[in-house]
């Protein structure tokens, strides 16, 4: 069930919360618990025990882990937990990928034949998702970091809660330790709750969808066909696609968690406003790069031990991003990117991109598409026929007046959109809202943003969030 649809906005979230407000306190947790998993059974079914499972088992793990008083044994009932944690996350997700390129490796060796038999697997929605937060919460009982989970319905509210279920954003059990055990309900938090997913609901519906259908109709015209222009400008549409798509998730799930009495951190700090690839990734996909940070990098040394080291660290980090995003030789690359172009940054040109007010800005508008690009096409051919495309590389050569139709017809149908965009990532925007959102021509404005949005989802026949791929 998506948020920005008909059932769920009508039908399943006021159901949900008159049921939740209405049942005492006590009982709160249980409702939501088994109503994150009706709404996890309504679109996957088949895979719901899977995450039942996976609950069950992270429960007792993590008690079995604090009892146990021998170091050895806390850490092999650890280290059990975790493999079979990743386990179930590498055989939906990367099982299938590493079978193709074994058959690929060894096929000459068998007369061209493959040698494993092929896997084809729905990835579960929200798998990766809701593993690293079981991760996070066995290594912080094993860390002694927070104590285990005593009521297993509190325990499966935090993991299965239908907010931030399914895309993030990765929220930590001690961020909500104390609010799955006490929370304030007040209409206030209700009513920013809706705003707040208003805004969001607005984000996926009025920008996000309008930049992927642009990007849609560039796939569709073939990488071999397109100009430089119509390259850059299919980039830059998937570049605010997928901030707004995924922003417009998060802000949504922050809305729906407000609703609930409860307060997760916003998973996005306007990203692209920032001066370098190194301020980027403190912005965008917080929750993500905190959970690298605290469970990965620092862990293996961080900084501490000596530049090889450090060096190490961060190719393991950046790897890792990009594998945890998919199961495709892209995200290799696209993680290995990111990889060089941070240490080159923070080995040679940072402190300048830091002082710059106006090559900072020129940088990262050319960097930020083209690491977008690597990310968006799977297809390592298309992907380096794309980027040829970018700069002029087989380019397409049009003439004067077909190049002057081309962008004509381009801005006539997302122009609009693209300068909303740009507008929405500036400060300006926030900052008002945030003065004015209590006031009546605020809430005016978000009546009539909803009911657009509204008005789109009924006659667009697809709504899926971007990463619920991964």
Partial sequence: MLFCSIEFIFIFLPIVLLIYYLAPERARNPVLFLSSLGFYIYGERQYAPILLL?????????????????KKKRRALLVCTLLLDFGVLF??????????????????YHGGEAVLPVIKLVLPLGISFYTFQLASYVLDVYGKKV???????????????FPQLIAGPIVKYTDMAGQLKKRKYLSENLEEG?????????????LANSCGAFWNRVQVIGFESISTGMAWLGAFSFTFQIYFDFNGYSLMAMGLCRMLGFSIRPNFNQPYLSKSLTEFWRRWHVSLGTWFREYIYIPLGGNRKGKPVWVRNMFIVWLLTGVWHGAEWNFFLWGVFLFLVLMLEKLLWLPFLEKSRIFSRIYMAALIPVSWMLFAITDIKELFVYLGRMFGIGTVALSGNALHTEL??????CGVQWLLCILLILPFPARWYEKHKKQRICIFLLLCIFWISVYQIIYTKSNPFLYFRF
């Fill in 147 to 161: 104590r285990a989970e005593r009521k297993f319905t509190d325990f499966g509210t935090y993991l299965c809660m």
């Fill in 194 to 206: 809706l705003k707040t997913f208003t805004l969001g609901l607005a984000s996926k519906m009025l």
């Fill in 54 to 70: 996976s609950v069950i088992l992270n429960f007792f793990a993590a008690k079995a882990i604090e009892k146990a008083k021998n």
């Fill in 408 to 413: 004509i017809m381009a801005f006539k149908s």
């Fill in 91 to 108: 055989f939906f997700k990367y099982l299938g990928f590493t079978v193709r390129n074994l058959n690929r490796l060894f096929a000459p």
